[in-house]
């Protein structure tokens, strides 16, 4: 194991609103790989705070008539705590509006500018007439350039993903009155992000992590790299060196808050914070992040670092999104599950949400969060396993034998628990939580077995020595469960370390321990650690579910028939269809035209079929294994299976449609549409040789 100190951060919570199952997609697996790191006797700081600057703040912060600040202040608390209630214990959790972060700030925005990545340029901006003010990023909406969908000033949130600088946005409207907004020019600074380029090619081919961290950002750059704004025309936030009418972009002073937290860290311990910062030192640093801000961590933030003498992170961890019920995230149709209101609040177990979150699926992949899936899973992958064996052992060993036998655990106990440790310690290093998980609780259905095939009431009345002998077996697979469970659930694995007979923490243990004997013979008198979740109380919150979902689309409903209203008021001369807008086509059915750029939003590109088969219950459906030059095949779902036999569609080169939204198709995912036409579903091919990858234009 590497002696090499780790520093794992975690993404700035947003602190405009409370937290929710999305946030805790990144802080659990985080705690998680923490926790483990620990028992291996690793050497790691964990740090984390909250992000307090951009507009979101202000216009929240607005409407309940406080301070950005004191916004900012009562959000950090509640993330900070309620973090804790989750199991999640960060060395720092700061707030990027504290002192040491707009120090930081300064003095790595001043070291770009000195080392000429920062110049001056005046652009066309959105500002409001109406309100009288140039209108920051979330001020203002309108549509993507790229991809025609509506977007927010920075980013396009509902299409293509991607950065916008000011000034891109088309038909921009001002999100305080409405109204549409202009372009006037103003002076603003740029990053030369084409300045990293070379760096960025080099980096990120050996930066770890998870693939879609580096295949993401690698396909950003590979695109091109734009100069990127970094100041805002607005008074809350970390001022730009010399200029008090502008201040930092907030993508910019919230990724220097790890700096900022570890320096504080350091402060307050007597550590050293260069270790992990300064190109000089050892020290490594892990970023934990949502899927949503690859390319902030992987393209922007390694620049800003490399640009002022900083060294890049050596790894990014980046979790898929969250669903809620198979319908899409999202707080303003009510599609949210709230951590405290929702779970923690009526007494649920953290720990059963932590196992949730980790065990649910691969850390890279959409997560769907169901109440009756989350019972499922609980009542009968661990409380009907894992829960029943260590009650069963522990309740045997303390009232029929009066504690821990006087025994050793035999070999192939031992062997079962280190071959554990190995599955756990390969699926950890490569950020396969689900994988980790499935290992702990593998060794938990062998424990579980074990005890059931052994019988140890029943050996009690023939054979008392291999009635002790299997119970100091089963001993040793509690406590070593014990200790593997103290990432996945904190609090129960205390609750059971106690049982055990041991009086301090679970945490501060190391690995090996899992593999050692009990230096003493007493067991506290035994309880039922984990219990079910009953039916009749899913009910109850699954029907809150509904309700909030019920009561969003009730308020949307009425906001559309308002905005309706106010569109009919607005205008008395009655609308009339432009004719040149739409050609007939020779069935007399309306076609309506597109533009070249909307045609462009669609990436088709050539693939190569690698491999075929079956999709089991379905007459119609193949799982198509495709090439299209990326790290990995493609596996895309296609009804073709009435017209081509499996092995008729190796080696083809197909034509493929490769930004398509992910889809299920009997419970398998498709990561894009093979095309074809006519009744007979006919495939469009190429002509010659064409490498798979290449654009179709």
Known sequence: MSD????????????????????????????????????????????????????????SAEAEGVTPRQMSERYNAHFDETF????????????????????TTTEIVTKLIENGHIYKKTISQSYCPHCEMFLPDRYVEGICPYCGEKARGDECDQGCGKHLEPGE?????????????????????????????????????????????????????????????????????VKFPGHDDLVVYVWVDAPIGYISFTKE?????????????????????????????IYHHCVFWPSLLEGSGYKPPKAVVASGMVKIDDRKFSKSRGCVVWTNEDYLDI??????????????????????????????????????????????????????????????????????????????DKAVGEYEFK????????????????????????????????????????????????????????????????LLGYKGKVADCRISEALTGFEHRELPTPKILFAKIEDEKVAEYENTLKMRLEEAKAKEAGSAAAGSASAQTASTKPKTENKGDKKMEDNNEPVEQISIDEFFRTQLKVGKILEVEPVPKSKKLLRIMVDLGEESPRQIVSGIAPYYKPEELVGLSVVVVANLKP?????????????????????LTTKFGVAPGTKVL
């Open 347 to 424: 007494g649920l177990s953290p720990d059963y949400l932590r196992y949730y979150l980790l065990s649910y699926t691969s850390h890279t992949k959409e997560l769907n969060f169901s109440w009756k899936e989350f019972q499922a899973r609980v009542n009968n992958e661990f409380v009907d396993t894992i829960g029943n064996f260590f009650y069963r052992t522990l309740h045997f060993a303390a009232n029929k034998m009066g504690g821990i036998p006087d025994l050793d655990a035999e070999p192939q106990v031992l062997e079962a628990i280190k071959s554990t440790i190995a599955q756990l």
């Open 663 to 683: 889809a299920k198709l009997c419970g398998v995912e498709s990561n894009g549409m093979i095309l074809a036409a006519g009744d007979e579903a006919s495939l």
């Open 4 to 59: 090499t100190p780790i520093l794992v951060t975690c993404g700035l919570p947003y602190t405009n609103g409370p937290c929710h199952l999305g946030h805790l997609r990144t802080y659990v697996p985080a705690d998680f790989y923490v926790r483990y790191l620990r028992h291996c006797g690793r050497e790691v700081v964990f740090v984390c705070g909250s992000d307090n600057h951009g507009t979101p703040i202000v216009i």
């Open 84 to 103: 804790k209630k989750m199991g999640i214990f960060f060395d720092r959790f700061g707030m990027t509006d504290d002192p040491m972060n707009h120090e």
């Open 169 to 237: 946005l088309k038909e921009p409207v001002c999100k305080i009155c409405g109204s549409p907004a202009e372009f006037r020019d103003q002076e603003h600074y740029f990053l030369k992000l084409g300045d990293f380029k070379d760096f960025l090619n080099g980096y990120l081919p050996t930066i770890q992590g998870t693939s879609n961290a580096k295949n993401y950002a690698s396909m950003w750059v590979k695109e091109g790299l734009h100069d990127w704004c970094v100041t805002r025309s607005f008074n809350w936030g």
């Open 435 to 498: 994988a980790a998980v499935e290992a702990v609780l593998a060794l938990g259905n062998t424990a579980n077995t074990y005890i059931q095939t052994n019988a140890p009431w029943k050996l009690m009345k023939t054979d008392e020595n291999a009635a002790r002998q299997t119970i100091r077996n089963c001993l040793q697979f509690v406590k070593a469960l014990t200790i593997l469970l103290d990432g996945i659930m904190p609090v129960k694995a205390q609750e059971a370390w106690e």
């Open 265 to 293: 860290w350091a402060k307050a311990t007597g550590g050293d914070w260069e270790q992990f910062w300064k190109p000089e030192g050892k020290g490594e640093v892990i970023h934990f992040i949502g899927q949503d801000i």
